[in-house]
């Protein structure tokens, strides 16, 4: 069975402190993709990065980034220089071969305050 | 860039009444799918379509739901006879691939229907 763990249920930072989101996944797949995606106040859910379990290069994106250690089965997301705009439920999910669906962690709210 | 587009963006009802929910998935994009997400809770998949068929169903997919691409554009979500559990926030999302990977970007998500049973 596959399984995501986002421990941190909400953290609070003050504005330009860095931050990192914790991401535990389980499966038994050796073929499988990790998303992130940030669920803002207004509802949406946008995607923030796939990875693919060949492939445990750590991203960069401006001020995100991601780690991904396939021997700890983490991946975990840092914002630098957090921002009020990053204030938002962050979402760690899994996707694995032969199935349909995407399985979520049950997410992180993170508080930015100015 | 392209968007999944939901309709409407909340619904109220009435416990009992049948309820349908929209979606307009990208236009080149061959696999459907609909999540929901109890308030404040994780989002949880529901069912996935591909070529014009169920390709995979939750438990909490029973059969009070169905869904149906009755056109080449649209993605329906049907709830028979609501109950009050079935408040919650319903995604719709597609993808150019199969899962795992989703193709190019992923899934794309809509921004979801707020459903409300009073």
Known sequence: AQKVTQAQTEISVVEKE???????????????????????PSGELVFLIRRNSFDEQNEISGRYSWNFQKSTSSFNFTITASQVVDSAVYFCALSVTGGFKTIFGAGTRLFVKA | EPEVTQTPSHQV?????????RCVPISNHLYF????????????????????EISEKSEIFDDQFSVERPDG???????????????????????ETA??????YGYTFGSGTRLTVV
Do not use: H
């Open chain 1, 18 to 40: 860095d931050v990192t989101l914790d991401c535990v996944y389980e499966t038994r797949d050796t073929t499988y993709y990790l998303f992130w995606y940030k669920q803002p």
């Open chain 2, 73 to 95: 554009s649209n993605f329906t979500l049907k709830i028979r006879s609501t109950k009050l559990e079935d408040s919650a926030m319903y995604f719709c999302a597609s993808s």
């Open chain 2, 33 to 52: 799918y609909w999540y929901r997400q109890i308030l404040g809770q994780k989002v949880e998949f529901l069912v996935s379509f591909y070529n014009n």
């Open chain 2, 99 to 104: 899962p795992p990977m989703g193709g190019r």
């Open chain 2, 13 to 21: 009802t009435q416990m009992g009444q049948e309820v349908i929910l």
